[in-house]
């Protein structure tokens, strides 16, 4: 379709260089093509020109003075990329490979994902190329100083609300928070996936993993199946994988594989969980480790991956959730799924499929569940924060965990019931982009040209 051609070549001219950004704004715009056919308003208003620039970007320098008095300097970034549906809502990410291009995708998803939810919120971005990792505390905590010593022009409890995201947990978010209310001498909630012992909520740390497996126990549901007695791929055990896994073994799956950065980790009678969770939250430490309580667990460094992936989508499973970063399944690791007969990927990362691998995933039929639908519980569940800071409550576990539920399988409903009016039932990306894209768009058109 010309319009949407020429609206991809005008954005590499206006923003080059970006290609994790072009990557989501081409599977966005290609999956709404029969939506945007339909309504010529759409194109009347401009609305996707407008999307696909962000309302303001933000980025700032980001000096500090490290544990040996050497100056560092980062770059940080805000995008606060739309409105239309409420205050800017998205996480914050610490990572060495953080630029405009990452950020953009990510806040560019965000509006989308924050669209689905049903909730006010709409979507924004921000981080820094920042990297926590061999940082002592003091470090850490002078860096997100120095990050919010900036940050805090641009954010406010009912105008822009940051979260975690990669490199960003609950003591990055306590050092921000601290800062923040230094500066402006305000107690509000400004940040969420705070401490439970100050304005947190409970369930918020577990939600995007909870949600990405609830999300799949709908679509295998929806077959007739379930996830019991299944054995899972999933990548990462950050965050979000750590929660996935402990849902899967709650709902009577068995994760077999895991990962991070340097490696991945396979052990055939299922992941130990608590002592993954020692490794990672309390230890901050490598997966390697595992295999000292371990030895019969296998663990394949980085550097011996197949050429062409990644080793975990390499094991015979009937389910992948891949839950580390974006791009982490290629076309080839997608083909080794399929060939080993895996039925189900639900992705809680963003973006964390090649296009190719999407093709293939909805191609072949199989349960595919995109990031911005999947992982949409995490985002959820910081609205669920801010209502409860709002109203200056705190709702117990089994209150948010029921919210949470009923949000992924509107979620669910909404996408797969999108997917069927447009005569595509297993495409839920189509489902997931034009729901939210609907969503927006109205809006966008009720508020005028602004
Ligand atoms: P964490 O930082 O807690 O964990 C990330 C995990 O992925 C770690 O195991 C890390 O390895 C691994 N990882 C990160 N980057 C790479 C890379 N380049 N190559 C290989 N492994 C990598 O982050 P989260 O769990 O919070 O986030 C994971 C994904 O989920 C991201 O895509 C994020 O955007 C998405 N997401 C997160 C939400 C949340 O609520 N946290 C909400 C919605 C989406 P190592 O331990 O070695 O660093």
Request: with cysteine; glycine share 10%.
């Amino acid at each position: 379709m010309a319009y949407i051609h020429n609206t991809i070549v005008d954005l590499k001219q206006s923003s080059p260089a970006q290609s994790e950004f072009y990557q989501a704004v081409e599977e966005v715009l290609e999956s709404i093509s029969p939506i945007l056919d339909s309504n010529l308003n759409y194109q009347q208003q401009a609305i996707i020109q407008r999307m696909v620039e962000p309302e303001r970007q933000i980025m700032f320098r980001v000096p500090w003075v490290d544990d040996s008095g050497n100056i560092q300097v980062n770059k940080g970034y805000r995008v606060e990329f739309n409105s239309a549906l409420g205050p800017y809502k998205g996480g914050l990410r610490f990572h060495p490979s953080v630029n405009a291009s990452i950020i953009k995708f990510l806040g560019f998803e965000q509006i989308f994902k924050n669209a689905l939810t049903g909730l006010p919120i709409g979507g924004g971005k921000g981080g820094a190329n920042f990297n926590p990792k061999g940082r002592s505390d003091n470090e850490v905590m002078r860096f997100c100083q120095s990050f919010m010593n900036e940050l805090y022009r641009h954010i406010g409890p009912t105008t822009d609300v940051p979260a975690g995201d990669i490199g960003v947990g609950a003591r990055e978010i306590g050092y921000m928070f601290g800062q923040y209310k230094r500066l402006t001498g305000r107690y509000d909630g400004v940040l969420t996936g705070k401490s439970l012992l100050w304005g947190g909520s409970l369930v918020r740390k577990e939600a995007t993993g909870y949600g990405a497996v609830y999300f799949a126990d709908h679509m295998l549901n929806a077959r007739g199946e379930s996830l019991q007695g299944q054995r899972c791929l999933v990548s990462g055990s950050g965050n979000v994988a750590i929660y996935a896994m402990e849902k899967l073994y709650q709902l009577g799956a068995t994760p077999i594989c895991c990962s991070d950065s340097s490696g991945t980790l396979y052990h055939q009678e299922g992941i130990d969980l608590k002592l993954v969770k020692q490794i990672k939250e309390q230890q901050r430490g490598s997966l390697i480790e595992y295999l000292n309580n371990h030895p019969d667990a296998v663990y394949t460094p980085t550097s011996d991956y197949p050429a062409d992936g990644h080793a975990i989508w390499r094991y015979q499973a009937d389910a992948a959730f891949p839950c580390a970063t974006q791009n982490e399944l290629t076309e080839a690791d997608a083909e080794t799924l399929l060939d080993n007969g895996c039925k189900t990927v639900s992705e809680g990362a963003n973006m964390p499929s090649a296009q190719k691998a999407v093709d293939l995933f909805i191609q072949s039929s199989i349960a595919y569940g995109p990031g911005k639908a999947v992982n949409a519980g995490g985002v959820a569940t910081s609205q669920l924060e801010m209502a409860q800071n709002a109203s200056m409550q705190s709702w117990s576990f089994e209150q948010v965990d029921q919210k949470l539920q009923q949000i992924m399988k509107n979620i669910f409903i909404t996408t797969i019931d999108t997917a069927r009016e447009f005569g595509q039932p297993n495409n839920l990306v189509l489902g997931a982009n034009i729901a939210g894209f609907r969503r927006v768009a109205h809006a966008m058109i009720e508020q005028g040209v602004v």
